[in-house]
């Protein structure tokens, strides 16, 4: 966990090392933007509506998602990573968030082939994760700036998540005294999507998290819960988020627990077949 100022930005930076559960994982969309720095082998990433996997050999920034996305690791792999709030990425971003929503950029292209090489020099000579971890979080404190409407977005994101994107977008609008074009842009331009397509992301999340696979489900109830009023509609979104339909999910996740029980990626990310 990072420490101020950093911790209105970011839930945690992490570093992963070993063989990975699969060589390709399906991870599907949520309002979390990822920032990797690679120290291994490249790894391959296919977004949005791409065909093939795209070789990122230095890392990859993504913003919030709005669709299912293909990771493929190397084995071993070796790197550091960033899991951001919705709000959280763009303050170390040259460009809109909107830019990279479903279209991931290498490190090299936000912040430059010099500085990543020497960010990733530096990296390798710290002795353990730990030390690597305290020299990420130094470079993202230096690479910090400040972004207009970030108070506002992060405010309005919030509350969406606290209600599990439940809350009408509408409101927001009347209460901070904007126009509904003005949020839009400010949500593009800090998070990637506009206020409605992140509460969708929080609703689906919240729903899919929530389930117990282990367990038989009713459909129609998971729909109903979630706000959907039309089943058909709900299963077209499950597929929009995941790439896969409701029971084909519940088949790859029970593979997930039945192959890594207590694994630390079990809860989100499913194995790509």
Sequence with gaps: MPGSPLDGLIDDLYYLEGAPPYPRLLLPAAPAPLLIVNLGAPFLIRA???VDAVE???GCAVTTP???WEFGYPTPTRSLGVHFKPWGLAPFLPMPAAE???RPATVEQIWGRPAVAELRHRLTLADVPHEMLMVL???LVRRLRAINGLDIVRHMSSAI???GGAVPISNFGVAARVSSTYLAKRFKEIIGVTPKRL????RFSSTVLALDVAAP???GDVAAGAGYFDQAHFVREFREFTGLTPTRYVEVRQRFLREHPDHALDGWPLPVD
Excluded: N, Q
């Design 48 to 50: 949005g509506t791409d």
């Design 56 to 58: 990122y050999a230095d």
């Design 199 to 202: 509460a969708r992301s929080y």
């Design 100 to 102: 990279l929503c479903d």
């Design 137 to 139: 979080e130094g470079e």
């Design 161 to 163: 998540a606290d209600t």
């Design 217 to 219: 489900i009713d459909w």
């Design 66 to 68: 709005t669709r299912a």
